[in-house]
């Protein structure tokens, strides 16, 4: 499967940006899939974790009702919704999608999208 993940841009502190992961090959049902981010200086981190079923398992405490993931089976989309957002989100956001189980360490990740830069200026 290939990832194409896009909607970054520059937003003032509070505001919203949607991310999309698209996916072609392989529909989305046969991976689990995850949202990680990576600021300047910093480890990967993972912020959501959706299962095959595209049920939500995990957010990260940082993210945690300012963040929701969805998934649309229809498009073979992964969106990522981020409201209240705070100059500390500022990173580089990736989607990824792994086979079978879901995971939380990027490493286990075996897709990668090429990343889009969130910048929220304060």
């Known amino acids: 499967v290939q990832l194409q993940a896009s909607g970054g841009g520059l937003v003032q502190a509070g505001g919203s940006l949607r991310l999309s992961c698209t996916a072609s090959?392989?529909?989305?049902?046969?991976?689990?899939q995850g949202w990680f981010r990576q600021a300047p200086g910093k480890e990967r981190e993972i912020i959501t974790v959706?299962?095959?079923?595209?049920?939500?398992?995990y957010y990260a405490d940082s993210v945690k009702g300012r963040f929701t993931v969805s998934r649309d089976d229809a498009k073979n989309r992964v969106y990522l919704q981020m409201n209240s957002l705070k100059p500390e989100d500022t990173a580089v956001y990736y989607c990824?999608?792994?086979?079978?189980?879901?995971?939380?360490?990027?490493?286990?990740?075996?897709?990668w999208g090429q990343g889009t830069l969130v910048t929220v200026s304060s």
């Open positions: 990824a999608a792994k086979r079978y189980t879901s995971s939380y360490s990027p490493s286990d990740y075996e897709y």
């Open positions: 959706l299962n095959r079923s595209g049920i939500v398992i």
């Open positions: 090959g392989r529909t989305f049902g046969y991976y689990a």
